[in-house]
């Protein structure tokens, strides 16, 4: 009569496999780049300084923002130097059309993969999983930071080349020498990438919930706006402050002749806070996600 003994053997890899040289970032980013919609995206923002330059051609000088505080009365001094209308650009477009490149890089980065049925094979090739997600992950970032610096510095180059070269008007009078000026904006298209990350996160975690990546684009940005339409409830009082849509132009307060960093200190703990919490949820839900497609 034979024994049977039972034994446990090592797993064995290909020779040379490391999973941290799975999906490098070069190639996700070479990825992303070649897709239509980064193309699109990155032609609007292209546009964006060109359309605010015949709207005050055709339309004058601007103004009327007298009574709206500083925020609004940046427009008012949208025609003094190029500094001043590419800080106009970021103030017209941090409200909402900076959310679009954000939710769509962040949001359609795994949904689409799962949308073309390719999913599966890249875990099977074998890429894990925490691996998939950070590689998408940094580059979804990193092409949204892209975004936000490519339309101030196209707007700095067009504003100059209409208005010259010259001081940040200020608002509330007085005026920043170009070297401080390009220290402030640096510091806006900071603080406005950090605010979006809430916005990243909520995308970036419907993105590996869903197959459709225009699903998670959309949830990601309508949820956004139902942020913004709380904010604007009065009656919430200091439940505002809660919320990151309340702190996103607290910007403003950078381009002062004395900086208030108050109001970006808070902005910036809200949204990194959030933003932890969906990114932890999109690897925890994802790693034991029945992946199909």
């Given at each position: 009569?034979?024994?049977l003994?039972?034994?446990?053997?090592p797993?064995?890899?290909?020779?040379?496999y490391?999973?941290?040289?799975?999906?490098?970032?070069?190639?996700?980013?070479?990825r992303?780049?070649?897709?239509?919609?980064?193309?699109?995206?990155?032609?609007?923002?292209?546009?964006?300084?060109?359309?605010?330059?015949?709207?005050?051609?055709?339309?004058?000088?601007?103004?009327?923002?007298?009574?709206?505080?500083?925020?609004?009365?940046?427009?008012?001094?949208?025609?003094?130097?190029g500094?001043?209308?590419?800080?106009?650009?970021?103030?017209?477009?941090?409200?909402?059309?900076?959310?679009?490149?954000?939710?769509?890089?962040?949001?359609?980065?795994?949904?689409?993969?799962?949308?073309?049925?390719?999913?599966r094979?890249?875990?099977?090739?074998?890429?894990?999983?925490?691996?998939?997600?950070?590689?998408?992950?940094?580059?979804?970032?990193?092409?949204?930071?892209?975004?936000?610096?490519?339309?101030?510095?196209?707007?700095?180059?067009?504003?100059?080349?209409?208005y010259?070269?010259?001081?940040?008007q200020?608002?509330?009078?007085?005026?920043?020498?170009?070297?401080?000026?390009?220290?402030?904006?640096?510091?806006?298209?900071?603080?406005?990438?950090?605010?979006?990350?809430?916005?990243?996160?909520l995308?970036?975690?419907?993105?590996?919930?869903?197959?459709?990546?225009?699903?998670?684009?959309?949830?990601?940005?309508?949820?956004?706006?139902?942020?913004?339409v709380?904010?604007?409830?009065?009656?919430?009082?200091?439940?505002?402050?809660?919320?990151p849509?309340?702190?996103?132009?607290?910007?403003?307060?950078?381009?002062?002749?004395?900086?208030?960093?108050?109001?970006?200190?808070?902005?910036?703990?809200?949204?990194?806070?959030?933003?932890?919490?969906?990114?932890?949820?999109?690897?925890?839900?994802?790693?034991?996600?029945?992946?199909?497609?």
């Amino acid at each position: 009569m034979s024994t049977l003994t039972e034994r446990t053997e090592p797993v064995e890899t290909a020779s040379g496999y490391r999973a941290s040289r799975t999906l490098p970032l070069r190639v996700e980013l070479v990825r992303q780049l070649k897709r239509r919609r980064t193309l699109i995206m990155g032609g609007i923002l292209a546009v964006l300084p060109f359309v605010l330059l015949v709207a005050f051609a055709i339309g004058g000088e601007p103004g009327g923002g007298g009574d709206g505080g500083n925020r609004i009365n940046l427009m008012d001094t949208a025609t003094a130097s190029g500094a001043n209308f590419a800080a106009v650009n970021l103030f017209v477009s941090a409200g909402f059309l900076l959310v679009i490149p954000v939710a769509l890089f962040c949001g359609d980065t795994v949904a689409s993969e799962a949308s073309w049925s390719s999913l599966r094979y890249l875990l099977a090739a074998p890429v894990p999983r925490a691996r998939l997600l950070w590689s998408k992950l940094v580059v979804g970032l990193g092409l949204s930071l892209a975004a936000m610096v490519l339309l101030p510095v196209i707007a700095l180059a067009v504003g100059t080349a209409a208005y010259g070269w010259g001081p940040l008007q200020l608002p509330t009078g007085g005026a920043l020498d170009t070297g401080t000026a390009a220290q402030r904006l640096v510091v806006v298209v900071a603080y406005i990438f950090v605010s979006q990350l809430v916005t990243a996160g909520l995308a970036f975690w419907l993105s590996t919930k869903t197959d459709a990546p225009l699903g998670a684009v959309g949830g990601a940005v309508g949820l956004t706006i139902v942020g913004n339409v709380l904010d604007a409830v009065t009656a919430l009082g200091d439940w505002r402050d809660f919320l990151p849509a309340h702190w996103q132009f607290a910007w403003a307060d950078a381009v002062q002749p004395t900086p208030e960093w108050s109001g970006m200190i808070q902005g910036t703990a809200i949204s990194v806070t959030y933003a932890v919490v969906l990114f932890a949820l999109a690897f925890r839900g994802f790693a034991r996600k029945d992946v199909v497609s």
